[in-house]
């Protein structure tokens, strides 16, 4: 039973190719600004683009703010949210629900970040080692913490990701198992696994929204 839970989590399970490649499809839903008439698709991901462009330009600290700063946080945003959507359907491939994926995500982001720091901004990230009035005595236990909990948060973002997709694909895989049309009550049980694939799309935008701002606001603290 557990195996066929967590079969939907193997890339050769589905199908006999990779299903990875469903990462690389998830670029086609992005819009193109090419087009000679705009659909209401393309002006309504512009008109998300601009809200996040704004949220995230108040995130970012003034002394690494530049131009086209906040672009990876949004198409961070976009990458992470298509991917959850597109993999709450059936025969789909949850690329999301691997650490190998959030991992990748955010560790390069992250790194680029603090090396970015610590060649333009040396002084102030020496100063964020040791927090003001720290004694003497503890200033070398300080810069450990302090050492440690920035090597350790972009590990935290990618198992928050990764923990929140596969808690809900196993339970929608144990609420599809327990549909049975000769069942009294399958009308109840349907109505509830509608309710929950709903809650799971929001779960998709949500935890995409999450990562994407906590990535702006991690940078932001160090700097």
Not at 47 to 71: H, P, V
Not at 85 to 110: D, E, G, M, Q, R
Not at 174 to 190: A, D, H
Request: aromatic share 14%; with cysteine; hydrophobic share 55%.
């Amino acid at each position: 039973m557990m195996m066929s839970l967590f079969s939907m989590f193997d890339p050769s399970a589905i199908t006999s190719h990779s299903n990875w490649i469903i990462m690389i499809f998830t670029i086609m839903f992005i819009p193109t600004s090419y087009w000679k008439i705009k659909s209401r698709y393309n002006m309504k991901m512009n008109y998300i683009t601009n809200i996040l462009n704004n949220e995230f330009k108040m995130l970012f600290m003034k002394n690494i703010m530049m131009k086209g700063s906040t672009l990876i946080c949004v198409s961070l945003f976009f990458f992470i949210m298509i991917n959850n959507l597109t993999s709450n359907f059936p025969y789909t491939f949850c690329c999301s629900a691997h650490l190998v994926f959030s991992i990748s995500l955010s560790i390069p982001i992250w790194m680029s970040i603090i090396i970015f720091c610590w060649i333009n901004l040396t002084k102030s990230m020496l100063s964020h080692l040791v927090p003001s009035g720290t004694p003497t005595t503890l200033m070398p236990l300080m810069v450990m913490i302090e050492m440690s909990s920035n090597l350790i948060r972009p590990f935290a973002l990618a198992v928050r990701l990764t923990a929140n997709l596969i808690a809900g694909h196993l339970l929608m895989a144990l609420l599809g198992n327990t549909m049975n049309i000769n069942n009294n009550y399958w009308m109840i049980i349907l109505l509830v696994q509608t309710t929950f694939m709903m809650f799971e799309l929001m779960v998709a935008m949500i935890q995409s929204y999450v990562f994407s701002v906590l990535m702006t606001l991690y940078s932001s603290e160090i700097s």
